[in-house]
Structure formats: C-alpha cells, structure tokens
C-alpha cells in the first residue's frame, strides 16, 4: 500500500518546499477564504438590500472585501509571470475568480454615487482586462471545451 495519499505523506511534500512555494500556498488559502468570505457578504447585502434597508456604509466594507480577494488571485499570478514560471489554471479557481470580479463590480456599483461609480468600475474592468488578456484565463475559463485542467496544469507564455 502506498503512502502517497496519507496526509502525512502531504505535509512531508509541503515540508520540502521551498520557501517561496510555501509563501504562493499560503497566500492562495488565504485568498480562497477572502473570497469565500466576500461572496457571502456581497450575496447577503444583495438580499437585505432587496428588503428595502439601507446598507450604503456596509456595501463600502464589501467593496473592499471584494477587491481584496481579487487582488489576491492577480498579484501573485503577475509574480508567478515575473519570476518566469507558469501559472495554474483549473476550473474552480477560474469560477472563483470571475465570481470574485462579479461581487468587486456588484459591491462597487452600490458602494459609490454615480459619477465616482463608473470609474471605478472602469478600473476593475480594466485591470481584469489586462490581467486576463495576460494569464489567458478569460480563454482558457469561459471556453467550453477547455473546462477541463490545461496539459501540464501550466501555461507558458513565450
């Protein structure tokens, strides 16, 4: 019987990473649970507001929730790109992520007053933009036919 299943054998692996590997774990549970956390804050606001109160101060804390945890998923992705190592694309990180972009814009519509709203919203359009347009999650997530991990669980760009 192999041991490459147990968790002891798990946290034997983890232990020989190294640091900076350690460091990208971290952080990615960290931003999974932010991202938990601010999809169920951004849904629970959808709903009470739906009830006629008024959450405006509340909806400023999820705004920032949001783009907490999306920043999350893009920044180290970027460092990832940097140091010149491929990222890891499969389908419940990209689902998370583009649920995380949802709540950002959802939060920041009812966040802001209407000149500052669009703005902002541009900016979060245009940074996703830029990081999807770099990573090729927008390609590789809403396709279809590629819902599957990609080959190799990485991308490398030349």
């Known amino acids: 019987m192999s041991d490459r ?13 190294p640091a900076g590997s350690k460091l990208f774990f971290i952080v990615f549970i ?23 109160k008024d959450f405006a101060p509340y909806w400023r804390i999820s705004f920032l929730c949001c783009l907490a945890s999306l920043l999350g998923w893009m920044i180290p992705c970027f460092v990832e790109r940097y140091w010149g ?8 990180s990209v689902v998370a992520f583009w649920l995380a ?10 966040a802001f007053e209407s000149p500052v709203r669009y703005l902002v919203i541009a900016a ?5 933009g830029l990081f999807s347009y770099d990573t090729g999650i927008f390609v590789y997530g809403l396709l279809p036919s590629v819902w599957k991990q990609i080959p190799g669980g990485q991308r490398a760009r030349h």
Request: charged share 10%; proline share 2%; glycine share 8%.
């Open 5 to 17: 299943g147990t968790p002891v054998a798990g946290w034997e692996v983890l232990k020989t990473l």
């Open 30 to 52: 960290l931003t999974v649970l932010l991202t938990f956390l601010s999809l169920l804050a951004c849904s629970s606001l959808l709903v009470l507001s739906a009830l006629g």
């Open 85 to 92: 190592r491929g990222i890891h694309v499969n389908r419940k």
């Open 101 to 110: 972009v949802l709540a950002t814009v959802l939060s920041a519509f009812f």
């Open 124 to 128: 979060v359009a245009g940074s996703v």
